[in-house]
């Protein structure tokens, strides 16, 4: 018999992954512990006025399929209205078939807005009505929709020179959903360019009221707002590159680039590397002493279209998978903390399928036994955060390493509407278990696997980050 798209057993192809799902995974609370979402909407609680700005605002996934589909950028990021916006995307939508976005786009409709109708351009009017209405009312305010969506803590992506000012805010509401600051630091070690180099100097002096004149007295800096992220509850770091810098280096090599930037002249290649290796093994460290848990992005090619790039800037929809050599040098960087025993609990996260295997048997060669899953293969990242990149991140940890210890899902998303990601993984999850049981490829013990399934989806992040 054919099923309904999207219905209550979507994903779920059989009764066990069905009892999986509904009884177990289902109602359990969302750890988010790495998003983009703005801590100053959260602070505001502010209401999104339609449905334009809550989805597409900022979603480069989606701009990218309406780039593919022919949509003018008029519509994309220019000066079209709100409503132009939406009804091109809605007419969009129908040849998103078999991208994930199809998925994510109707279980976003049903979950927040109880829409059950198929997004195209018929219909693009009126869901844009029903769910704008919606929107504007106090039951779908930010804090609401994070709410409605069992989160139970999300953790933002933060520079060490932001003030925080929102996450005080927060703090100070008393809001039930621990809402936490992560420390990013790439642009604290980007030295490609002198200029913006010197002025993010600039920004730090302004933010720590300290002279940097000094590699010693850039690192106190740095240090101090590490500290400080710490005084409002932050145990996580991340960095987003396209590889590890694991280069040799000595102290004097690095003092003596950091003057050379701070003068105004750039580093030659060899001398980024080494000062980006330095300042890598720093924030480690510092993540050690504090328990904290770092994340390493690796594998993508940003800005490949510098037409693009010099019209819209960063982060709007012009980056690939990138082919990058990842073994070597991280396991250069990894022993070079554990050697010193100053390796803190980390999470890698892979953009390229073909390093999948890498990264799984990567993990392994540095798990002590002090901490259960102490390095981790982080949920299959941008590109791969759909059905098949999920499947195979999963199965690569389960046939190389421990799929029980595994944190599960995170949003990776500057989107309120994008925590049906959390359920889209979690039907997943339980369908591969499901099925193998049903197949006697594993026991039929509901209650021991119900709690593997139980700790993927939220105990083992709970235990993993101190939440």
Not at 75 to 82: C, E, F, L, Q, V
Not at 136 to 155: I, P
Not at 322 to 334: H, I, N
């Amino acid at each position: 018999m054919m099923k309904k798209f999207l219905d209550e057993n979507f994903l779920l192809q059989n009764k066990t992954s069905q009892q999986l799902y509904h009884d177990i995974a289902k109602q359990l609370p969302i750890i988010d512990y790495h998003n983009h979402l703005p801590p100053v909407q959260i602070a505001n609680d502010i209401n999104f006025q339609n449905l334009t700005q809550v989805w597409l605002y900022g979603d480069h996934y989606k701009w990218r399929a309406m780039r593919t589909n022919g949509v003018n950028e008029k519509y994309i990021t220019g000066n079209a209205t709100d409503l132009e916006k939406f009804q091109q995307w809605a007419a969009t939508v129908p040849y998103t078939m078999r991208n994930p976005l199809y998925h994510w786009t109707h279980l976003e409709l049903q979950r927040y807005f109880n829409i059950s109708k198929i997004l195209n351009a018929g219909t693009a009017k009126e869901i844009y009505d029903e769910a704008s209405e919606k929107l504007q009312t106090a039951a779908y305010s930010v804090r609401n929709l994070l709410r409605k969506m069992n989160v139970q803590v999300l953790c933002t992506t933060d520079d060490p020179t932001d003030t925080l000012e929102h996450h005080q805010k927060i703090k100070n509401d008393h809001f039930e959903i621990k809402i936490l600051p992560a420390f990013r630091p790439d642009k604290a070690m980007n030295a490609d360019d002198a200029a913006a180099f010197n002025a993010y100097v600039s920004k730090l002096e302004e933010v720590t009221g300290d002279s940097v004149s000094s590699y010693n007295d850039y690192l106190k800096a740095l240090k101090k707002r590490h500290d400080f992220f710490a005084t409002l509850g932050c145990t996580v770091s991340d960095h987003g590159l396209e590889q590890i810098y694991a280069e040799d280096y000595t102290e004097e090599e690095i003092k003596n680039a950091f003057n050379k930037i701070r003068s105004g002249k750039d580093l030659d290649y060899q001398a980024k590397l080494k000062f980006q290796s330095a300042m890598l093994v720093e924030f480690a460290k510092w993540d050690c002493e504090k328990g904290w848990v770092q994340q390493y992005h690796l594998g993508a090619l940003r800005n490949n279209n510098s037409r693009m790039l010099k019209q819209l800037g960063a982060d709007t929809g012009w980056d690939s998978i990138g082919d990058f050599s990842q073994g070597r040098a991280l396991s250069k960087f990894l022993n070079r903390l554990d050697e010193t025993n100053q390796l803190a609990k980390t999470i890698l996260y892979n953009l390229n399928p073909a390093d999948n295997e890498l990264m799984a048997t990567m993990i392994g060669n540095f798990n002590d036994g002090s901490v259960a899953g102490k390095i981790q293969f982080g949920s299959a990242w941008w590109f791969l955060d759909q059905k098949d990149g999920m499947i195979k991140q999963m199965n690569a940890v389960s046939n190389m390493g421990l799929l029980s210890r595994f944190v599960g899902m995170l949003t990776d998303s500057r989107s309120f509407m994008s925590y049906p990601r959390h359920e889209y993984f979690r039907r997943i999850l339980c369908n591969l278990f499901g099925g193998e049981i049903e197949n006697g490829e594993l026991p039929d013990d509901i209650p021991l696997i119900g709690k593997i399934i139980e700790d993927i989806c939220y105990n083992n992040a709970k235990n993993y980050f101190n939440f």
